[in-house]
């Protein structure tokens, strides 16, 4: 059986960065561990106070409070993105952070009829 790597780079936006390797007997549950991990260090900044300065923070963070229990859309959450800030914002920027936060791991995407349906990953224990 070939040995199996998996790397991962994270970049937390404020200057630091982090770079982790699993290599060898790599389970399911050692994964789900490593993002248990990365939550962690997301924790420490929702618990701060919220920074909602960039584009991509505003629309993780409408993610995170009005879609973390269901499937939406990239145009559901274009509306809400507009309702909840006020400002406008093109489709293709809410869908290029929504490929970005599922090429992560944050956000689960299954095609649809007509377009991509997205889901936040939650941790199974």
């Known amino acids: 059986m070939a040995r199996k790597k998996i ?4 970049d937390d936006g404020e200057g630091g960065k982090y770079s982790l390797s699993v290599e060898g007997n790599v389970t399911r549950e050692k994964i789900i561990k ?6 962690l260090l997301d924790m ?33 959450l274009l ?4 309702d ?20 992560r791991g944050a956000l689960e995407r299954k095609r649809s009829s007509r377009e991509w349906q997205y889901r936040k990953m939650t941790i199974k224990h």
């Open 79 to 82: 509306g809400a993105y507009e």
């Open 84 to 103: 909840e800030f006020n400002e406008p914002v093109k489709l293709s920027v809410i869908s290029t952070y929504l490929s970005r936060f599922t090429d």
């Open 34 to 39: 490593v993002f248990e991990l990365m939550d």
């Open 7 to 10: 790397r991962i780079q994270l």
């Open 44 to 76: 420490e900044k929702v618990e701060g106070e919220a920074n909602l300065n960039s584009v991509g923070s505003k629309i993780w963070n409408l993610v995170e409070n009005k879609f973390s229990f269901g499937d939406f859309t990239s145009s559901e």
